[in-house]
Nanobody, 116 residues
Framework: QRQLVESGGGSVQPGGSLTLSCSPSEWIASLNVMAWYRQGPDKPRELVARLTAGGVADYDESVKGRFTISRDRSQNMWYLEMNNLKPEDTAVYFC??????????WGRGTQVTVSS
């Protein structure tokens, strides 16, 4: 069964940076949308950033100008570069993919903690 695996989480101080990576367990040919979600303590899961196969990206207002979503087509991977991290960015980050006609894949999440 195909799955997504996140990596790159960790603990940083405010103002720091991290880059998350998402890697499918097997090659996905019909990758339509790649995304990152997060879920903070006692909060619902929210969309952080997404990238279409055509290269159109959009972001939650809270991360615009600080986070960048990108992909490596040759590796079938995508990334979330996070700069100027704030304590309110603390959450479990999940990668997500929309594949084929109605398929959707999720990773298990990686913890990001921003604290001094």
């Amino acid at each position: 069964q195909r799955q997504l695996v996140e990596s790159g989480g960790g603990s940083v101080q405010p103002g720091g940076s991290l880059t998350l990576s998402c890697s499918p367990s097997e090659w996905i040919a019909s990758l339509n949308v790649m995304a990152w979600y997060r879920q903070g303590p006692d909060k619902p899961r929210e969309l952080v950033a997404r990238l279409t196969a055509g290269g159109v990206a959009d972001y939650d207002e809270s991360v615009k100008g600080r986070f960048t979503i990108s992909r490596d087509r040759s590796q079938n991977m995508w990334y979330l570069e996070m700069n100027n991290l704030k304590p309110e960015d603390t959450a479990v980050y999940f990668c997500n993919a929309l594949v084929g006609i109605r398929g959707q894949l999720w990773g298990r999440g990686t913890q990001v903690t921003v604290s001094s």
